[in-house]
């Protein structure tokens, strides 16, 4: 776990993966006064071996007073298109490692929310909970995760969290890969008479658990107004008022043509508006446009209507 501070360690290291092809790079970063108006990168941590549990394959980086040495980690890693840069939640670390500059990199975050929930039915999707959930990790300390990553030096505690999130990424990162390939289905050989009995019999399991949760809402809705009450350990009420502005047609269009105001969009004509218009409409520079929609109807359904 070498901890690198000198510009021409981080440099050296940037060579390194450029040299052997690296096509792989599971990145985490740790942010000083991450919570005000100027956050300042402190640590970049990088691993090239995702199948290492020691850390011994992990480098921290520390470019707090840096800011050429991530110009260049930018420009050599962040842009470069041959690496793969894995990341949990990269929306956030992006903003400080080429923002929409960089090419090529994979957010865990991102791949967890495209498996159905069915299949991956957890509480959130923080790093935490899908170390633990998927690749068993116990006693994962967040703690240092809001330390003050602008001190010098770091303590032993907070380095030792910053490198074992790169571990646990990289861990996750292949167990969602796994699941995500074994969720990819051919469409072309697909079993339609095992998968419609299957979708017949939750179709019902969803109606009755439908029917009895809108009935649950609208109790609980209706006792805490009665009670006078607006939150309760499991839920708020929230209220709001939709104000709807409304002018005829014709008073618009002559306020238009009086005040000589400029105001040209596009508008919807409905069925009904098209209907008035009649005749008049091939008077108009019309533009129709269509668009295809397929729906699954489920036999059952379609019998009753």
């Not at 050429?68 to 490692?97: C, G, P, T, W």
């Not at 399991?205 to 609208?218: A, D, N, P, T, V």
């Amino acid at each position: 776990m070498p901890y690198l501070k000198s510009a021409d360690q981080i440099r050296s290291l940037i060579v390194k993966y450029i040299k052997n092809n690296t096509k792989t790079l599971w990145l985490d970063t740790e942010v000083a006064d991450y919570d005000t108006r100027n956050p300042k990168l402190s640590l970049i941590q990088v691993l090239d071996d995702g199948t290492d549990l020691t850390g011994e394959s992990i480098y921290i980086l520390d470019v707090l007073e840096q800011p050429e040495i991530v110009a260049e980690f930018i420009d050599q890693i962040m842009i470069n298109s041959s690496i793969e840069k894995v990341f949990h939640n990269a929306k956030y670390d992006l903003r400080f490692l080429g923002k929409k500059k960089a090419k090529n990199f994979t957010c865990t975050l991102e791949m967890a929310k495209q498996i159905p929930y069915y299949i991956l039915p957890l509480p959130n999707y923080q790093l935490k909970t899908l170390a633990i959930e998927l690749c068993h990790f116990q006693n994962i300390d967040k703690q240092q995760q809001s330390s003050d990553w602008g001190i010098r030096p770091l303590s032993e505690e907070q380095i030792e969290y910053a490198y074992l999130d790169c571990i646990i990424l990289a861990q996750v990162h292949s167990r969602l890969l796994e699941i995500t390939q074994n969720t990819n289905f051919n469409a072309a050989r697909e079993d339609l008479s095992l998968l419609g009995a299957k979708y017949v019999e939750l179709e019902q399991q969803w109606k009755l658990l439908k029917s009895e949760f809108e009935h649950l809402q609208e109790r609980i809705k209706l006792a805490m107004q009665a009670q006078d009450l607006s939150e309760t350990p499991h839920f708020k009420l929230n209220s709001y008022e939709r104000t709807t502005t409304k002018v005829p047609f014709s008073e618009l269009v002559r306020l238009i043509e009086t005040k000589n105001i400029d105001l040209d969009f596009d508008i919807t004509l409905t069925k009904d508006i098209q209907k008035n218009l009649g005749d008049n409409l091939q008077q108009l520079a019309v533009d129709v446009s269509k668009t295809n929609t397929i729906r699954l109807i489920s036999k059952q359904e379609d019998s009753v209507e």
